[in-house]
């Protein structure tokens, strides 16, 4: 079975704990991270998390889990309408 697909079946699900820790399920990847933000594929769409000391925690791509630490300040999902390239999502993202 494909991993992607196997991945697409997974619910999408957001558990964010005193916004000091973040746990996501349906992660398909993660395009970018630094200390201030993290750009995330999800099944949902590309999400941005943004805040101060971020780091990740946990990552286990077999089944989509993600764990954040840090002082967590916003949490966004990315509607882009054109949906022709992931490069007008960067350029969205760090204008």
Request: glycine share 6%; charged share 25%.
């Amino acid at each position: 079975m494909d991993k992607d697909n196997n991945i697409s079946s997974y619910n999408h699900s957001i558990n964010l704990l005193e916004r000091k820790t973040l746990v996501i399920t349906g992660v398909k990847k993660i395009d970018n991270f630094d200390n201030n933000h993290f750009l995330l594929d999800t099944t949902m769409g590309y999400m941005v998390v943004k805040g101060e000391g971020l780091s990740l925690i946990k990552l286990d791509t077999l089944s989509g889990n993600v764990t954040i630490k840090g002082n967590i300040s916003s949490i966004e999902y990315i509607v882009d309408n054109k949906k022709s390239k992931e490069d007008s999502v960067f350029s969205r993202l760090f204008k």
